[in-house]
Nanobody, 122 residues
Framework: VQLQASGGGLVQAGDSLRLSCAASGRTFSSYAMGWFRQAPGMQREFVAAISWSTGSTYYADAVKGRFTISRDNAKNTVYLQMNSLKLEDTAVYYC????????????????WGQGTLVTVSS
């Protein structure tokens, strides 16, 4: 599966931004997709994930209530709507995919898109 992430940019604290991840290559009935991020000098961390078949969603505590992950089956695309952005949300965001159930561990994901940079300024 090939993943193509897009939508990053420079925004101010409190603003919103939507990231997209387009998937191609295979059908996705038992696929899970996640978003991870990596800030400068920090380890990659889990942000959110969604089960393609059930639509169940999962969030890191740091983004719960501010970020929403969703999918568009017709477009084979997963979105990450980010609201009330904070300075600490600044990072390169990666989308990733895996077969089976979701995971909060990046090493469980086989497919990765290129990163998209999100910079939140004050």
């Amino acid at each position: 599966v090939q993943l193509q992430a897009s939508g990053g940019g420079l925004v101010q604290a409190g603003d919103s931004l939507r990231l997209s991840c387009a998937a191609s290559g295979r059908t996705f009935s038992s696929y899970a997709m996640g978003w991870f991020r990596q800030a400068p000098g920090m380890q990659r961390e889990f942000v959110a994930a969604i089960s393609w078949s059930t639509g169940s969603t999962y969030y890191a505590d740091a983004v719960k209530g501010r970020f929403t992950i969703s999918r568009d089956n017709a477009k084979n695309t997963v979105y990450l709507q980010m609201n009330s952005l904070k300075l600490e949300d600044t990072a390169v965001y990666y989308c990733a995919g895996k077969w089976g159930t979701y995971s909060r561990e990046g090493y469980n994901y086989l497919d990765w898109g290129q990163g998209t940079l999100v910079t939140v300024s004050s």
